[in-house]
Nanobody
Framework: QVQLVESGGGLVQSGGSLRLSCVASGPFNGYAMGWFRQAPGKEREFVAAINWSSSSTNYAGSVKGRFTISRDNAKNAGYLQMNNLNPEDTAIYYC????????????????????WGQGTLVTVSS
C-alpha cells in the first residue's frame, strides 16, 4: 500500500505561485501520480497526472498553461507547480498514485487512482 503525504499549501495572493510536494512511501516503483482538488461544496476534480517516466502528462483544461506536474523518483516525490493562481484555484489539493497511467482522467477520481494523500489547503485571495 502506497502512502502519500502532501505539503506546500498555504495562503497566496491572486496572481502568485505555490509549489506543492507529495512524498510517497511503500511500493511505488512504476506508479503514475496525480493531483486532484476539492473546493468547498464541490466534488473532487482532476487537476493533473504524470506517468512514472515523466514521458506523459495530462492536465485539466482549467489549469493547463498555469500548472506544471513533475516528479523526482529518486526522492519518491511528486510536485505541482502552480503559477498565476486565482481565487477559483482555492481548494484542498490531494496527491494520488496508481499503478496505471491513463490518457483520460475524466470520471470518478477513485476509478483511476487507488492511493491518496491527506490533502493540503491552498487559499488564493483576490
Amino acid at each position: 500500500q502506497v502512502q502519500l503525504v502532501e505539503s506546500g499549501g498555504g495562503l497566496v495572493q491572486s496572481g502568485g505561485s505555490l509549489r506543492l510536494s507529495c512524498v510517497a512511501s511503500g511500493p511505488f516503483n512504476g506508479y503514475a501520480m496525480g493531483w486532484f482538488r476539492q473546493a468547498p461544496g464541490k466534488e473532487r476534480e482532476f487537476v493533473a497526472a504524470i506517468n512514472w517516466s515523466s514521458s506523459s502528462t495530462n492536465y485539466a483544461g482549467s489549469v493547463k498553461g498555469r500548472f506544471t506536474i513533475s516528479r523526482d523518483n529518486a526522492k519518491n516525490a511528486g510536485y505541482l507547480q502552480m503559477n498565476n493562481l486565482n481565487p477559483e484555484d482555492t481548494a484542498i489539493y490531494y496527491c494520488a498514485a496508481d499503478p496505471l497511467y491513463y490518457s483520460d482522467y475524466t470520471g470518478p477520481p477513485d476509478s483511476h487512482f487507488g492511493s491518496w494523500g491527506q490533502g493540503t489547503l491552498v487559499t488564493v485571495s483576490s
